[in-house]
């Protein structure tokens, strides 16, 4: 049915500058001339409507669709919505006509305009700057904001309300529409970041090294086919943990990804429920909600990776924002309870911010925080008046407009910080922050006003179909087409560069031949030496020792020996100790310490790891004794003098493999970069190395007296005056912190005078 006003507004409005009908739209003269046939008693409003005023003619008629209650008109300054002296622009906001709809949010990081039922709420875009600023100083300063990345799933919170929002109003009116759905998601998303995506490949072909331009075209294609977090996790690389994904301007597509897999995959979840009764709905909905929580729960301590990149153990946080918006939770009417939970959902955000920290077991329960704190604020908005506090903090007109131009700054953010780091051959000193974050802001608040507003609003100057969808499709192509060229036939563009540079940079992506042995258990360990002989040494560590592998492999072999390789990645070669991102790793140590007790023919065991990660004040050990507790720096101290401690009990010689030099910088990129542009900037100085480590070897010092414990100290090894990083031109190095296999070769001859057993034997 058609308001009252309808008749009035389609008899006078006229596009600017067109006489008479000539220039008014097919479709609205179609509409206003059937207007004009229709009695004005027919013409009235609905129930509720407080545009004109009118009654309806029965109380079990609908509602217009171009009607809303009072409840749900944004307030202004200035004339009322009733006013008779209004303008005739205004009745724009009670008519349901294509391309002119009120305000309204769709998606998690953006401010489109959508649905006539959905009302514009500010407090909301306020909620997604807070969580696309604490992304973005996560990622700019990563010591100061530990916990930023916790905005991503206020982010899934915000996406999953809206959205189920407008498809739950749709389809309650009956008409909601698949094709309409998808195109108004298309045009939300797309512009930008194709935008984003074009302007990637040309920086990246001008800077990138050709493995981390071939590593950018495969997320490029893994974006375009709403698939990049598939695309990283098949990667093998945690996002916490590893160091090249750093180098990659698109790794924050993968959140898109899981959005985009939730937008296909949820209106068809909805439309097969929307038979079922409402409670129904909510209970399954519900079910799935804790199911996805309890599954990511289990797996986080055994493939983090895929818990943090993949959509089934994302889910949870989405239907957090579908259970809100289908009103599983009681509306709220206290307003000092509002008030209440409005604060705490703030500070349960804030203080993730701020608490948490890569090394925490991430998500999963402790992801619970963020994402209950962002569903408490929408909840506390969604009835009555706005508490105080988000009006205070979340509606003021800056906050809201970094909001509005969220989407756009998340997706650039990243790119210039990548590409900063890269221009600058990986320096970027202090000052420099301020600026990547103004420039940050510029370009996502161009790429809101000229690139997605334009395409969001048609006009007859830019029809809504059609042509968006054609360029959408050229774009996709061509996108498509040079990275799959890039990818498949020219190897990231390899031909920009000389040998030397190409020789460092396929360091970086050597293949890690021992890596997995580190998921095997210990009964069908690998095995390293002479695979004839009986083990007599056993190897216990982290990817370090894995690192290691290769030159102890020829070394045991050469003195007739073998040893069994006991590692797992991220866990320290220690009893006693628990780690706040891998909670397997007590269980393994047990497990190795029976496994010792049960083979009395091991002689020989042989500790290596990445002790400057463990031996720090704020490192991801902790440690629960019968009398107290400890964690940090204390933690470790403490379990390896319990595990030196136990070892040497057991009569077996102790050989500690000490800490290599680590430095800042990614070594083999550096060295690929400084071969191609003179930037070599790393300081390999000995005296800061061993300031670095003075921790672990102040530790380890009273222990290495011991005639059955020996401290091997690479640095001896690498350092004299400076720290070596090259071996003949090859990089010594395959990251920040872990030996190539060419470094590990290279230090063969000490390792093996290190693990030679002494001659009066090593028996128990």
């Not at 407080?50 to 307030?75: D, G, K």
């Not at 102040?698 to 090894?717: F, K, T, V």
Request: charged share 20%.
């Amino acid at each position: 049915m058609r308001c009252c006003c309808w008749s009035r507004w389609a008899r006078r409005r006229r596009w600017p500058g067109r006489p008479g009908r000539a220039g008014v739209r097919r479709t609205i003269r179609l509409r206003a001339d059937k207007a004009r046939r229709t009695p004005a008693s027919s013409a009235a409003h609905r129930p509720g409507c407080t545009r004109c005023r009118a009654r309806a003619r029965s109380s079990s008629a609908r509602r217009s669709s171009c009607c809303r209650p009072a409840s749900e008109l944004q307030q202004r300054p200035g004339p009322t919505a009733a006013s008779p002296g209004i303008l005739p622009g205004r009745f724009r906001e009670c008519l349901s006509l294509r391309g002119m709809q009120p305000n309204t949010a769709v998606d998690g990081r953006a401010h489109p305009r959508a649905d006539a039922w959905a009302h514009y709420r500010s407090d909301i875009d306020g909620l997604r700057a807070l969580a696309v600023v604490a992304v973005v100083l996560h990622h700019l300063m990563p010591s100061a904001v530990t916990g930023g990345f916790v905005g991503v799933d206020v982010f899934f919170v915000i996406s999953g309300y809206l959205i189920t929002t407008i498809i739950h109003r749709e389809m309650a009116q009956g008409r909601f529409n698949f094709g309409r759905f998808y195109e108004r998601r298309a045009r939300r998303l797309f512009p930008a970041l194709f935008a984003m995506l074009a302007a990637t490949a040309v920086a990246g072909w001008l800077l990138l090294l050709p493995s981390d331009l071939t590593a950018t075209l495969l997320a490029l294609l893994g974006t375009l086919s709403f698939s990049a977090n598939f695309v990283f996790y098949l990667g093998g690389s945690d996002y916490f943990d590893a160091t090249d994904l750093a180098l990659n301007p698109l790794l924050h597509t993968w959140s898109l990804a899981v959005e985009e897999q939730f937008y296909l995959l949820f209106p068809i979840v909805l439309l097969m429920l929307r038979r079922r009764a409402a409670r129904t709905t909510r209970a399954l909905l519900l079910a799935g909600a804790v199911g996805s929580l309890a599954i990511a729960a289990a797996y986080l301590e055994t493939n983090r990776a895929a818990v943090f990149y993949l959509a089934p153990f994302r889910a949870w946080e989405l239907l957090v924002g579908c259970l809100l918006a289908l009103g599983s939770v009681a509306p709220v009417r206290s307003r000092a309870v509002r008030e209440l939970l409005a604060a705490g959902g703030l500070g349960a955000i804030v203080a993730s911010c701020v608490l948490l920290e890569p090394a925490t077991l991430f998500p999963g329960l402790a992801a619970l925080a963020p994402v209950l704190g962002a569903a408490a604020v929408i909840h506390a908005g969604s009835h009555g008046e706005r508490p105080a506090v988000t009006r205070w903090l979340l509606q003021a007109r800056p906050v809201v407009y970094v909001g509005l131009i969220s989407y756009s700054l998340y997706l650039w953010h990243w790119p210039v910080l990548v590409f900063a780091r890269y221009a600058s051959a990986f320096e970027q000193p202090t000052w420099a922050t301020p600026l990547l974050l103004a420039g940050s802001l510029a370009l996502a608040s161009l790429s809101y006003h000229f690139v997605e507003q334009p395409w969001r609003r048609p006009t007859p100057a830019r029809p809504r179909r059609g042509r968006p969808l054609i360029v959408a499709s050229a774009s996709a192509l061509a996108l498509g087409a040079f990275a799959a060229w890039g990818l498949l036939v020219d190897r990231g563009f390899a031909d920009r560069y000389d040998a030397l540079v190409l020789q460092h940079d396929r360091t970086r992506s050597e293949r890690v031949a021992w890596r997995p042995c580190a998921t095997r258990p210990l009964e069908s360990a690998c095995v390293l030496g002479a695979p004839e002989r009986s083990p007599d040494v056993l190897l216990w560590g982290d990817s370090h020792l894995l690192a290691w592998a290769p030159a102890m492999d020829k070394v045991l072999a050469a003195q007739g020996r073998s040893g069994v390789l006991a590692a797992r990645t991220a866990c320290p070669p220690m009893f006693e100790a628990r780690s706040r991102s891998r909670t397997g790793c007590r269980r393994y140590a047990e497990t190795l310490r029976a496994y010792l007790q049960a083979h009395p023919q091991i002689r020989t065991v042989v500790l290596a790891g990445f002790w400057g990660t463990y031996f720090r004040d704020d490192g991801p050990l902790t440690r629960v004794g019968p009398s107290h507790s400890a964690s940090g720096l204390i933690a470790a101290e403490e379990s390896l003098g319990a595990t030196l401690g136990w070892l040497e009990s057991q009569g077996v010689r102790v050989k500690v493999i000490g800490p290599v030099p680590f430095y800042d910088k990614n070594v083999p990129a550096t060295l690929a970069l400084g071969a191609a542009h003179g930037k070599t900037r790393l300081d390999r100085s000995a005296q800061a190395q061993r300031e670095r480590h003075e921790a672990f070897l102040n530790a380890l010092g009273p222990w290495s007296e011991r005639p059955s414990i020996d401290h091997l100290d690479p640095m001896d090894w690498l350092c004299n005056g400076t720290c070596r990083v090259q071996d003949g031109g090859r990089a010594m190095y395959r990251d920040h912190h872990h030996l190539s296999e060419a470094g590990a070769l290279a230090l063969r001859e000490p390792l093996a005078r290190a693990l030679a057993p002494r001659q009066e034997g090593e028996a128990r």
